[in-house]
């Protein structure tokens, strides 16, 4: 009877025919899998997979935004393609190596984008680790030379803040990246908000990797995908919080009904 119980519960987040109402982000980054999700389009404008690896779904409204983010960039400010890593394979679960999450749709992992030296922006080659000044070498590719493209970066970054369906819970990346893009911000003149968001959704993960080479895009489930599975996991953002929904007068009134003692004057009458 108890291993029975245990099983019914290791398995209270995954969708079977006992939770056919479960869909979306089910479970949690680390510990879920992925129902109804959408695989974003190999040929969108202004992003290209890194590799052909089946691993490019995720929540709907999530693989919309990062598509709009990209095509925006491409749009604002003309150039190469954004490279895109793993996001979750088409039913989520795992483990999907070397990613500890990337399970349930929430995650995305999007190369940094580069230009040449002379600042003209490239199709990234790889993940490339990018230095404190900015710059980063391609052993690969006989040392070449590239330079971290701070401007389009940072309208990356912007575009998934401000986009609602986005729902930006972090982005994991270096602390010297971090530095560069919240400086670039500051000095274009963003809105106090947009900086406020960029600042506290944007770290380094100790322990997690360093992210210098690519940055990690997690996205918060709303209210609705929890109902559907999504188990929230770390912390909230202050501008995605949802307005919370008030009892209707007859809730209130069966409320008053259990909980008001009653008033002197109908104390009276008892008497
Ligand atoms: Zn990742």
Redesign the pocket.
Known sequence: MAAIAAIATACARVPTSLEPQLSGAIGMPHRGVLKNGTTLDGAGAGYRFLRDNGRHSALPRFAAAIARAAKSIAETRPGAPLMI??LSTAHGGGPLLP?F??RSGV???LLLLMTTPAGVPIVSPGFLSVGADGLAQDAEHGMRLYRFDVERQWLLVRALLVDPEARVQWI?IQDNLRAMLLQWAVARGEPIAVLQRAAEVMAQPNPGGEHDD?I?VRTACNARETALGCEPFGPRRAWLSEPVSRPDDSDLELARALLTAPDAEHLADVR
């Open positions: 890593g793993d990613h999450s990337h995650d995305a992992d994991f690519h990690h």
